[in-house]
C-alpha cells in the first residue's frame, strides 16, 4: 500500500478530528478570528498550491452571502498587490513557513493588516505572527498534501460561517455524520475505479467543478501533476463551454463535480454531449444516476455548500490509482521540495 493511499484512508478520522478541535477546545480562537473578519472592511484569502485551492471554497462562503471578499495567489500578492487600509488577511498553510507567506506577513505587518493565520506548525512564522492562529490538529501527510489539503478549506469554512453568523449549532453533527459516511464508502469507490476503464495512462484530462467544488476541481490537477506525473487542466464549467471543449475527441478524459443545488441538470447534459464527441466522463457528485458517466461517484448527504469536503476524496483515490498505473512513485517528489523556502528556480 502506497503512503498516499494510507493517508486517503485515514483522511476522514484525522478530518473529524480537525472538526471537533475547532469547535471544541479552538472554539475561542474562531470567535476570535470572526470577529477580526466581521470588523473588517476588506476581507483577502491568500494560500499557495493547494492551500491557494483551499481559499477557492472559503472564498465561495463569502461570495454567497454576499460578503465582499478576495482570493489572491500568496505570490501574486506578495509581488503585485497592495493590501487595503484595515484589511483582514486569512493565511492558509499548512506548515506556515513557504517563502511567499514569510514575505506577506511582513508586507501585512507594515500595512497594518490584521492576520489570522491557519496552519498545522503552532511554532511556524505565520502562527507566531498571526493575531490569531487556528489549528489544523490534524495529522501530517506523508508528503503529497491530502488530510493537510482539506483541513484547511474546513477550517477556513468554519471560520467563514462563524464571521457570516452562519455557523449553525447542528454543522458540526452534520459534518462529522458525512465524513463517518465518507470513510465507509471509500472501499466501495475503490472497487469501482478499479473496475473502470476511465483510466488510460497518457490521455488528456480537463476537470471542471462550480462554486466551492472549484477547489477540488483544482486540487486533482495539482495531485494529476504531483501524484501521477501527469498533465491535467482545471476549468470552471462554464469557461470550459466558452471555446476550450473545441479539444474534444475520442479517448479524451473529463472529470465533472456536480454541485448539490445548483445546474446539475445543465452539468449531466454537458455531460451526455462530451461522451456523444467520443470523451469519457468521471462525475462525482450527489443523487447522481449511474448512466451519467462512465465512472460516477455518488456521495454521502451533506450541504451543498460543504459538498467541497469529501468530494475530492474520490479523487484523490483516482489520482493514487493512475500513479499504479503509470508506474510512478506518488509517495516521493522528483523536483519540488516539502516546503518551498526561496523564490528562484526550482
Known amino acids: 500500500m502506497t503512503e498516499l493511499l494510507k493517508n486517503i484512508l485515514a483522511e476522514p478520522q484525522e478530518l473529524t478530528l480537525s472538526l471537533n478541535h475547532t469547535l471544541g477546545p479552538g472554539r475561542a480562537a474562531l470567535d476570535k478570528a470572526a470577529q477580526i473578519v466581521r470588523e473588517a472592511e476588506h476581507v483577502t484569502i491568500t494560500g499557495i498550491g493547494s492551500s491557494w485551492h483551499a481559499g477557492m471554497a472559503v472564498l465561495a462562503f463569502f461570495q454567497a452571502a454576499g460578503r465582499p471578499a478576495s482570493l489572491v495567489d500568496a505570490s501574486e500578492l506578495l509581488h503585485f498587490a497592495a493590501l487595503a487600509p484595515n484589511s483582514a488577511l486569512i493565511m492558509l498553510s499548512r506548515s506556515g513557513k513557504s517563502v511567499e507567506i514569510v514575505g506577506l506577513i511582513e508586507k501585512a505587518q507594515r500595512s497594518g493588516a490584521r492576520i489570522i493565520g491557519i496552519t498545522n506548525t503552532p511554532d511556524s512564522p505565520l502562527a507566531h505572527a498571526a ?60 472497487q469501482q475505479i478499479a473496475e473502470s476503464d476511465w483510466f488510460t495512462p497518457d490521455a488528456p484530462t480537463y476537470f471542471l467543478a462550480r462554486g466551492a467544488s472549484l477547489a477540488s476541481c483544482h486540487e486533482t490537477e495539482l495531485l494529476w501533476e504531483e501524484a501521477a506525473k501527469a498533465p491535467a487542466t482545471a476549468l470552471t464549467t462554464g469557461g470550459f463551454r466558452h471555446g476550450p471543449q473545441e479539444m474534444l475527441s475520442p479517448g479524451a478524459r473529463i472529470g465533472l463535480w456536480l454541485d448539490g443545488a445548483q445546474l446539475r441538470e445543465q452539468d449531466m447534459a454537458l455531460a451526455a454531449d462530451v461522451r456523444r464527441y467520443g470523451a469519457k466522463v468521471m462525475v462525482i457528485g450527489q443523487h447522481v444516476p449511474a448512466d451519467t458517466g462512465d465512472l460516477v461517484f455518488n456521495l454521502p448527504s451533506i450541504p451543498a455548500a460543504w459538498q467541497f469536503l469529501i468530494d475530492i476524496i474520490p479523487a484523490q483515490l483516482a489520482a493514487e490509482h493512475l500513479a499504479n498505473l503509470r508506474g510512478v512513485d506518488c509517495d516521493n517528489f522528483r523536483l519540488c521540495p516539502y516546503i518551498i523556502e526561496s523564490e528562484g528556480g526550482l
Open 131 to 190: 493575531d490569531v492562529t487556528l489549528r489544523l490538529a490534524a495529522a501530517f501527510d506523508h508528503n503529497v498534501s491530502i488530510t493537510m489539503y482539506s483541513a484547511l478549506p474546513l477550517v477556513g469554512g468554519l471560520l467563514a460561517s462563524a464571521a457570516l453568523r452562519e455557523l449553525h449549532a447542528d454543522l458540526g453533527s452534520t459534518l462529522k455524520t458525512a465524513l463517518a459516511a465518507s470513510g465507509r464508502a471509500i472501499g466501495g469507490w475503490q
